[in-house]
């Protein structure tokens, strides 16, 4: 079991933070989203510019070390999505003028650095991290042109530093009315990745045939299923059986601060049963 270590970076919100100010790479702010836990659902604000990159990179560590105490086997950096260090990534978020920002190298820098700490907390071989290339997601996608050159010099080197995987997750639009985001071949980038040493999962709205065919052609070592398993639990097994899916699963409703739909989805027995 791998703890998914984050930081939401310029996607909080104040209020949510007991007043204390969000940050980000850049004092830039996100376009679009809301805050469905706070009244008027506002949208996101402007961040403060972050003073020093290295205090933030110690968190991360730190958490690594409360996870390792805590008994899990490793942990997984969430650069993806539109949260911190894929705000450091993107330089439509990231428009830093010293070491951390500016070039693909630079604007890399953040998230190698994390890696290298949890690294040094865990072993290269039980750290991973989940990346978005596209964007797509919380105002996050450069061009095609930046999106190849940024995400070919990170995955070369996490490749180099042979953690245990590497996972990335399609290009998703949720539609929301900020468009940015590039539908890119996450596949461009395989060939980067020394497969003796690091795994390549793959993310996002697979279902189990494209899976299959994922995994019988080589493209990738693992597909991975999150929203799924929520309302699945026993979502292995629907799959293995090619059973029918529950599609009771709403996304936003599930992150939107209710209860329901964590604990109380049946299995494909259970279901059978109800009926």
Request: glycine content about 10%.
């Amino acid at each position: 079991m791998y703890m998914q270590l984050w930081h939401v970076g310029r996607v909080a919100h104040p209020l949510l933070q007991n007043g204390r100010p969000n940050v980000g790479p850049s004092a830039l702010a996100a376009k679009g989203g809301k805050f469905r836990q706070l009244e008027g659902s506002p949208g996101y604000v402007t961040p403060e510019a972050i003073k020093d990159p290295e205090h933030y990179i110690a968190l991360y560590k730190r958490a690594a070390q409360n996870a390792k105490v805590a008994g899990f086997d490793g942990v997984e950096l969430h650069g993806a999505n539109g949260y911190l260090s894929h705000q450091f990534l993107d330089n439509t978020s990231n428009h830093r003028t010293d070491q951390w920002g500016g070039s693909a190298e630079n604007r890399c820098r953040f998230t190698l650095r994390v890696i290298d700490e949890l690294s040094n907390v865990y072993g290269n071989d039980r750290v991973g991290i989940k990346l978005s290339p596209g964007g797509g997601y919380n105002d996050m996608g450069m061009n095609e042109k930046d999106t190849s050159e940024t995400f070919g010099y990170l995955i070369k080197e996490l490749s180099k530093r042979k953690i245990a995987y590497i996972q990335l997750a399609r290009y998703w639009d949720l539609g929301d009315p900020v468009k940015r985001g590039t539908p890119v071949d996450i596949f461009q980038w395989s060939n980067l990745i020394d497969r003796k040493h690091t795994a390549l999962f793959v993310n996002t709205n697979y279902n189990a045939e494209e899976g299959a065919k994922v995994l019988e052609s080589g493209l990738a070592d693992a597909v991975v299923f999150g929203r799924s398993y929520i309302s699945n639990p026993d979502l292995a097994e629907r799959l293995a059986k090619k059973q029918e899916l529950n599609s009771a699963l709403n996304f936003m409703t599930l992150y939107g601060g209710s209860a329901a739909g964590y604990t109380d989805y049946p299995t494909y027995e259970q279901q059978k049963q109800q009926a």
